[in-house]
């Protein structure tokens, strides 16, 4: 039982590059999110799902695109990086109703050079 | 403008003893709370939650109360052990499925 899976675990980007961060759940969850945690700022909420095919912006969404073209799977995408967005990503992954417990990945540590 | 707040970084405590830490929110939309630990280079781990109807939530060492007047809640963790140092997050649900964090609180509890 993987739980919640994110891929890669560490990346190093020059400014401007993009890339993809990956998410992936087996838990047959309908709600994923994406988190960054910065010091001093705890998590905050790039963006979410609450479904197949849905995502909405969460706290700090500019600079960064979200898909949700499956059930398990949630992107994260940062078409130009910045160095502002030097940080650690964390994925989680909840049901809608009954237990809202959001279950988390081990996060991928990104750096912006 | 930060919905869930923890305005105490950090927290010493000594082992056996209580340890308090705080949570307030300023969303009156919020109706789920959780805490959250986190020991580094991992990722977080539910803790213990509490609906907005219910005022207290207890498990074990660890007790959730929420005061929904003062918008405030907070974990009690009884007796503190060494094991407990963590980074503790405060968390709210809001409808349609927005989930909320604190900035964190960092507890060191002292043998």
């Known amino acids: 039982n993987a739980g919640v899976t994110q891929t890669p675990k560490f990346r190093v980007l020059k400014t401007g590059q993009s890339m993809t961060l990956l998410c992936a759940q087996d838990m047959n969850h309908e709600y994923m999110y994406w988190y960054r945690q910065d010091p001093g700022m705890g998590l905050r909420l790039i963006h979410y799902?609450?479904?197949?095919?849905?995502?909405a912006k969460g706290e700090v969404p500019d600079g960064y695109n979200v898909s949700r073209l499956k059930k398990q799977n949630f992107l994260l995408g940062l078409e130009s990086a910045a160095p502002s967005q030097t940080s650690v990503y964390f994925c989680?992954?909840?049901?809608?109703?009954?237990?809202?417990?959001?279950?988390f990945g081990q996060g991928t540590r990104l750096t912006v050079v | 403008d930060q919905q869930v707040k923890q305005n105490s970084p950090s927290l010493s405590v000594q082992e056996g003893r209580i340890s308090i830490l705080n949570c307030d929110y300023t969303n009156s939309m919020f109706d789920y709370f959780l805490w959250y630990k986190k020991y580094p280079a991992e990722g977080p781990t539910f803790l213990i939650s509490?609906?907005?109807?219910?005022d207290k939530n207890e498990d074990g060492r660890f007790t959730v109360f929420l005061n929904k007047s003062a918008k405030h809640l907070s974990l009690h963790i009884v007796p503190s052990q060494p094991g407990d140092s963590a980074v503790y997050f405060c968390a709210a649900w809001e409808g349609g499925g927005k989930l909320i964090f604190g900035q964190g609180t960092e507890l060191s509890v002292k043998p």
């Open positions: 509490i609906s907005s109807i219910k």
């Open positions: 799902s609450v479904g197949e095919g849905t995502t």
């Open positions: 989680a992954s909840s049901y809608s109703i009954g237990i809202l417990e959001a279950f």
